[in-house]
């Protein structure tokens, strides 16, 4: 049986936007979801695809009302999800 898996699929940021993004509330973008989950979190988190190199992996600090600024780990572009 396979699962079917969402993807949310980023948006670029453009350099006037990222320099007033206020980092210290990144979501970021991680090559695996953590081993250890946080009950209650699961909507906060998923996979998300950076819209600058394609990497697509486990992001935490998701909310499903609004987008969030994330980093991708793998290149370090800044992306809206």
């Known amino acids: 049986m396979s699962e079917e898996l ?3 699929r980023g948006t ?3 350099e006037a936007d ?4 206020d ?4 979501g970021i973008l991680l090559a695996k979801p953590p ?3 946080t009950e209650g979190q699961a909507r906060y988190n998923g996979y998300t695809q950076c819209p600058w190199c394609g990497h697509v992996g486990w992001t935490v600090g998701l909310d499903t009302n609004y987008y969030v ?5 793998s290149c370090g572009g800044l992306f809206r999800a």
């Open 35 to 37: 081993q250890d989950a």
């Open 23 to 26: 980092k210290s509330k990144l």
């Open 69 to 73: 600024n994330v980093v991708c780990g």
């Open 12 to 14: 670029k940021i453009d």
């Open 18 to 21: 990222a320099a007033s993004i």
């Open 6 to 8: 969402t993807i949310k």
